[in-house]
Structures are given as structure tokens and as C-alpha cells.
């Protein structure tokens, strides 16, 4: 990417539907409710042959104390710091107005290029503010409509001489690199592992993914429910590339009503599909609540790769007892998670981070495993022999074959004579010793049972017809 461009502006003023536009995804929640947008959001953004990151920040508030907002609005500016160009956006429609005024002032002072875009100025209702918007002093305010894609190409003239400034600086410092000839390829970072981080409002899953990154990357607080969106993270973790999701937290499905919680939770549950590792947080003072338990059950259903991590661990007082409490509850609750890691974290001390890494880590390569065929065969003979299936009716049951047909997670296809007739209890029986024997402790494993094929069903019906053929035919 050429350059960064944080997209800033009062709430309400269309920041996020551009930067749905630019990114060509709907990766941002969109509401007519002003404040959707809390955390920064990262994405690569195309306009044009430009390309570039684009930051979707929370609305600018006047509030600067220790509140919600005022947090909010230390976030917003921390992105005006960090990015290239500040692309402030107002409403055409609502004019320009004394928090305009002064967030223009803000951005004098701390950006050192600033576009200014007068946003929903289709027709003539926005004539009259995109006429006030020179006095704010940013230069010629470019008329755009971020919902219907009007002004795109006048923005893209404004974007791209500073677009070949920054090109010009990027391309000087990689000139000054020495490239040493004894480079490997086998340093070449793996591709990242994809972490979805879960769990109830207020379990500290924000605050989780700003102690990993070592910056406070997310917006935290003692409020319930701050993070909306699910937050895609890039980072190295212990030297390893990840990429973690933070969503929002997940209420029972009876208690959410409003909209915009509505679309938070969808998010949410969308990040799990992208994610190869889901890490389900618990709060140790009230762990394994229903809702836990159903978006355990959710990820694994989504044949995601679990871990269990319990935080706040730093408040408990009696650790021995409450540990024997939590794998007893986690036995007990959670049997189709049986040997998942469960490890106890604090997310605002970090304790315990090191060790979750490691869990991570180990649950996403026994996600991967693949078993040769052999192996499986081997395998199967053995349990056969050591436990035949029932017969049912008096029909014996053969499984003649097993192999595995793909990873992430394991899948397995048992070849057995009369398929539908395997109880449900013997393929329990069997998917238990495969993470017993090949070591897949806790990784959802799916097996299918199919039939395999007669050998006599075509010389069966060639038969039947030949004497249909040669039999004399009743006149009359």
C-alpha cells in the first residue's frame, strides 16, 4: 500500500459507507443511528489505480474527559496521527457547524494533509453546504456522495498527486536496503493464522487483542457491549503472523432486540467462518454461563478449532480450587470439546499469554493433521476386531475401507455394507479413538459412513431382463 488515508468527521456524516465503498466489502456495520463505529477499522481501499489503506474511525466527539466518547475521540485522533492523509468529511445536507468549526481546527494542527469532502451532496439539497464548507479553511471542498459513488473520480484527482509523493518516499527508502544475497526463502513468513476471539459482554476480549498487539489498538472500558463490529487484527504473536477478530460480545438470542445489536451479533458470528481457531473467553467469576456453552457449541458445529481461556484469573483467590472446578464444569458441559485446552489468562496483567499462544498454536497444526490411508486401515481392523459393531436384526455390519477426505478440520469416510443401519453410538465410539490414537484432542472430527457398491446389482438386473426377453409373450 502507497499510503494510509483515515476517513474523520463528525458522527453520522457517512464515513463508514465510503469506506464500504473503497474497500468494495461491506465490512463496516452501516446505521442511520449516529455512533455505530467505535473502533478503528483497517482495509485495503481501491479507487481507481490507487492503492492504499483506508481507517474508518468513531465520529468525532467534543467530549474529552475519561468518558465513552471522550475515549472515542482519543482513538479518532490517535489515527490522525498515525495516517498519511486525513480525509475530513462533512454533511452537505446539515451544513457546516460549530463542531466542524472546531475539528477543522484539530486537524490543522495534527495533520499534515487534509482533503476535505463535502459527503451527501447529491442533487441541490447539498448546494448550500458544500458552499460553506470553504470556510472551514481546507481548500476546495469536493463534492461526493458515498452512498451512490458520485465523486469518485474529482477525489481520485485530489488523491493521487499526494498518492506520488508518498510512492516517491517509499520507493528512495527502499533504495537505501541492502539486500544480502544469503537471504532464504524458508524465512518467509507462513501465512497467518486466522483467530476469532468469542465470549459474553465484558469478558475482557478487547482488551485480550490489546495486550497481544503490546498497544491499545481497541477501545476498552467498564462499559458492557462497547466493541460493535467484529475487528480484524494483524500482528506477531511470539513470532508468529495472526490475524485476530474481535466481535462483539453475544447476548442471549431472547435479549437482543435493538437493530444495530442485531447486526453487531451477525458480524460476529460471520467472523467465526473466517477464523480457523476460535478462542472462547470466559469471565472466571461467572464462567460457563448458557451462552458460553452455546457459542462453544456454535464453533465447533462450524468445525473450528477450540481453545478455552478463563480470564481475570488474577482476581481469583483460592486458583488450586477454582482450576478443579472449572475442568470438572468444562468435563461436564462441554463433552464434544473433550481435551480442548482450557488455559487461565489475565488479559490486563497478560499472565498466561505465553501459555495461550502455545494452545493456539497447537490446536491450529492438529486442526491440519492428516492420517495416510494405511494408517487408518490399520487402525480400523483393530477396533473391528476389538469391538465388532452390533448387528441389528440379525444383519452383520462390515466396515470394509476408511480414508480421510480432508483437513481443517479432519474428515473421515467409513465404506460400511448396510450404512444406515450404524448406530449413532458405535460412530461416537469410533470418532473417539481417532482423537485417542492420532492425537486429536479436542478438534471437531466429522465422519461419514457410506455404502459401498454390489458387485452383482448390474449382473442381478442383466438376468431379470434376458428372461424378460426370451419368455414367450400370452396372446390374448
Known amino acids: 500500500m502507497s499510503f494510509s488515508l483515515a476517513l474523520v468527521g463528525r458522527p453520522n456524516v457517512g464515513k463508514s459507507t465510503l469506506f464500504n465503498r473503497l474497500v468494495g466489502k461491506r465490512l463496516a456495520l452501516v446505521d442511520d443511528q449516529p455512533g455505530v463505529t467505535r473502533d478503528l477499522r483497517e482495509g485495503a481501499a481501491r479507487l481507481g489505480p490507487l492503492r492504499f489503506t483506508v481507517i474508518d474511525t468513531a465520529g468525532l466527539e467534543e467530549a474529552t474527559d475519561d468518558s465513552l466518547q471522550g475515549r472515542m475521540r482519543a482513538l479518532t485522533e490517535r489515527a490522525v496521527d498515525m495516517a498519511d492523509i486525513c480525509l475530513f468529511m462533512v454533511d452537505a445536507r446539515a451544513g457546516v457547524t460549530a463542531a466542524d468549526q472546531g475539528f477543522a481546527d484539530i486537524l490543522r494542527k495534527r495533520a499534515a494533509h487534509v482533503v476535505l469532502v463535502a459527503n451527501k451532496a447529491e442533487g441541490r439539497a447539498g448546494e448550500d ?11 476546495e471542498p469536493i463534492a461526493i456522495s458515498s452512498e451512490h459513488g458520485e465523486g469518485m473520480v474529482e477525489l481520485l484527482d485530489a488523491l493521487a498527486p499526494l498518492a506520488e509523493q508518498f510512492e516517491a518516499v517509499r520507493e528512495e527508502a527502499v533504495t537505501d536496503v541492502v539486500v544480502s544475497d544469503d537471504d532464504d526463502d524458508e524465512d518467509a513468513p507462513d501465512k497467518p493464522i486466522q483467530i476469532a476471539i468469542m465470549g459474553r459482554p465484558n469478558a475482557g ?17 467498564p462499559e458492557a457491549g462497547i466493541t460493535r463490529d467484529s475487528i480484524a487484527v494483524t500482528t506477531r504473536w511470539e513470532g508468529q503472523e495472526v490475524r485476530i477478530f474481535d466481535t ?12 444495530l445489536e442485531k447486526l453487531s451479533v451477525a458480524d460476529g458470528l460471520r467472523a467465526v467462518k473466517f477464523a480457523e481457531v476460535v478462542v472462547l473467553l470466559l469471565d472466571v467469576q461467572i464462567p460457563f454461563e448458557q451462552q458460553d456453552l452455546r457459542l462453544a457449541d456454535l464453533a465447533e458445529r462450524e468445525g ?8 481475570k484469573w488474577d482476581l481469583e483467590g483460592d486458583k488450586a480450587d477454582k482450576l478443579k472446578e472449572l475442568r470438572e464444569a468444562f468435563g461436564r458441559l462441554l463433552p464434544q470439546l473433550r481435551g480442548a485446552p482450557m488455559v487461565m489468562v489475565s488479559a490486563l496483567t497478560g499472565k498466561g499469554l505465553d501459555r495461550l499462544h502455545q494452545a493456539i498454536v497447537s490446536a491450529h497444526e492438529v486442526w491440519n493433521t492428516r492420517v495416510t490411508t494405511a494408517k487408518l486401515n490399520a487402525w480400523l481392523k483393530g477396533e473391528v476386531q476389538a469391538h465388532p459393531p452390533p448387528a441389528p436384526g440379525g444383519r452383520r455390519l462390515k466396515l470394509r475401507y476408511m480414508t480421510q477426505v480432508k483437513t481443517r478440520p479432519p474428515s473421515f469416510v467409513v465404506f460400511c455394507s448396510i450404512p444406515e443401519a450404524l448406530p449413532e453410538a458405535y460412530k461416537r465410539f469410533l470418532v473417539g479413538g481417532l482423537r485417542r490414537d492420532f492425537n486429536m484432542p479436542g478438534v471437531p472430527i466429522r465422519l461419514f459412513i457410506r455404502g459401498g457398491d ?14 424378460r426377453k426370451n419368455a414367450p409373450r400370452r396372446e390374448g
Do not use: M, W
Request: zero cysteines.
Open 129 to 139: 453546504g458544500l458552499l460553506e464548507a470553504y470556510s472551514l479553511g481546507l481548500g
Open 205 to 221: 476480549k478487547s482488551t485480550l487483542v490489546n495486550k497481544i498487539i503490546g498497544e491499545d489498538r481497541l477501545l476498552t472500558g
Open 248 to 259: 462483539a460480545g453475544i447476548r442471549k438470542k431472547a435479549r437482543v432486540q435493538e437493530k
Open 304 to 311: 473450528r478449532a477450540v481453545v478455552v481461556a478463563v480470564n
Open 454 to 467: 454390489n458387485p452383482y446389482a448390474d449382473k442381478k438386473v442383466t438376468r431379470i431382463q434376458k428372461f
